[in-house]
């Protein structure tokens, strides 16, 4: 079995990563500061707590273990928050990541899956979105994403380290089991944030701006179920491993749902009615963010099978009620 690192392989993404890994004959090793993870979400499976800023740690894990590839997910990823506390996500996004980046090449690991960001071409100059598209990132957190891309071409040319960088759209859903799934502190998403407006008093959601250049005037963005991006990640390792060669791939449905499709789409799949307010638009919120997906589908052999929203809907609304349930 190969082993895998996965690092943040406790939070959202990564915990729906680790349990694909394992149900397609890898051995994912977790290794996961827990700050905003959970090691319930990894229950099973090898969990290293740690930082991967730490190299002592990672190189002694590098020198005991077969690791064939690194899959990173340990980053802050709070947009608002990064633009408050830039030197906070530089630190973490930028500067740790470069000690894990010492720490494979010192041990002679030379695989490496990013879990990259749409932030990182800012504004559109056109939809959907391709991978040749500007990037000009508007906030600390697509710039530290950024940073690593171009650094990991570097590294590449220096010494080899192969990678691939994968442009996720917005990340949604949970895994249909209901035992994983998204909790932030605190949460930032849409359709958490719809799903907690019915379930708990506090919550009402906010539909920011509603004068945007779309059919119903509030902004369009790119679903993707979480479970598609675990796909993805895994097809990205077995292309990294057969061909050898680095590559960047946007991750997205290639269509995009209105604000209010999603609260609607809510309340069909639950049959109640979320708490919403009006509010002015947010700095920084393009009218449209949508991805083409074209490469990774011909290159990765990739498609998403959860696409629609009331699928992804239906699976975060599951996990909701068990998170509640958890206290989580």
């Known amino acids: 079995m190969k082993e895998i690192l996965v690092t943040g392989g406790a939070g959202y993404i990564g915990s729906h990563v680790v349990k694909m890994l394992a149900e397609r004959g890898y051995h994912p090793i ?5 700050e ?46 990064s633009v408050q506390l830039p030197l906070k996500y530089y630190a973490n996004n930028v500067a740790n990541t470069f000690e894990l980046f010492r720490a494979m090449l010192d041990s002679g690991v030379k695989r490496f899956i990013f879990s990259s960001t749409a932030a990182v071409y800012g504004y559109p100059e056109e939809v959907p979105i391709r991978e040749n598209a500007k990037l000009s990132p508007i906030n600390p957190y697509g710039r530290t994403k950024l940073m690593i891309e171009q650094a990991l071409q570097d590294i590449d ?26 909790s932030h502190t605190p949460e930032t998403h849409l359709i958490p944030l719809i799903l907690r407006s019915i379930l708990e008093d506090e919550y009402t959601i906010t539909v920011f701006g509603t004068d945007y250049r779309t059919h ?20 990205a390792l077995e292309t990294l491993v057969s061909k050898g060669e680095s590559a960047v791939y946007n991750l ?14 809510v309340k069909r799949v639950t049959g109640k009615n979320p708490k919403v307010k009006e509010g002015p638009r947010r700095p920084g919120d393009p009218d449209v963010l949508v991805a083409s997906s074209e490469e990774a589908m011909a290159e990765l052999g990739w498609k998403p099978q ?8 239906e699976t975060a609304w599951r996990w909701e009620r068990q998170r509640k349930r958890k206290g989580w």
């Open 30 to 34: 977790v290794f996961d500061s827990l």
């Open 36 to 81: 905003n993870g959970f090691a319930e979400f990894v229950r099973g499976h090898e969990l290293v707590q740690g930082n991967i800023g730490d190299y002592a740690l990672l190189a002694d894990i590098f020198r005991k273990r077969n690791i064939a590839c690194v899959m990173n997910f340990a980053s802050y990823i709070a947009v608002g928050e």
């Open 157 to 182: 040319a220096a010494s080899g380290m192969k990678f691939i960088a994968l442009r996720y759209f917005n990340a949604a859903g949970a895994d249909p089991g209901g035992n994983i799934g998204e």
């Open 216 to 235: 119903d005037g509030t902004c369009i963005r790119d679903y993707i179920h979480v479970n598609d991006l675990a796909d993805a990640h895994i097809l």
């Open 252 to 265: 997205g449905n290639g269509r995009g749902f209105t604000v209010r499709e999603v609260i609607d789409a």
């Open 306 to 313: 959860m696409a629609e929203l009331e699928t992804i809907v």
